[in-house]
């Protein structure tokens, strides 16, 4: 029969059952344990969502440098800087 695992082991293994690195076992009791668990289901749907938001901002990375700071923007900062009390 397969073992209920607790909620805190699912979580702690879920990344390595996205990355497919688990056991058949282990899938067998993850798999049961979120078919009756939709508080778990629920935590998955979010961790993979934010798995794919870093993977998104990850990517930002690679994109072209954006472009300069405008010259009259700098100025203006350093103006309203040199205005401040102090
Ligand atoms: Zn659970």
């Known amino acids: 029969m397969t073992r209920w695992i607790t ?3 699912l979580i702690d293994f879920l990344w390595r059952y996205l990355e497919g690195e688990v056991s058949e076992e282990e899938r067998l009791e993850f798999e049961y344990h ?8 629920a ?20 994109a072209p ?6 010259e009259d923007l700098v100025a203006a900062i350093l103006t309203a800087r040199r205005s401040l009390p102090g």
Do not use: H, I, Q, W
Request: charged fraction near 25%.
């Open 7 to 9: 909620c805190r082991e």
């Open 34 to 41: 979120l078919a009756r668990c939709p508080t778990c289901v």
């Open 43 to 62: 935590y998955m749907n979010s961790y993979k969502e934010t798995v794919s938001l870093g993977r998104a901002a990850f990517e930002d990375l690679e």
């Open 65 to 70: 440098a954006p472009p300069e700071v405008p």
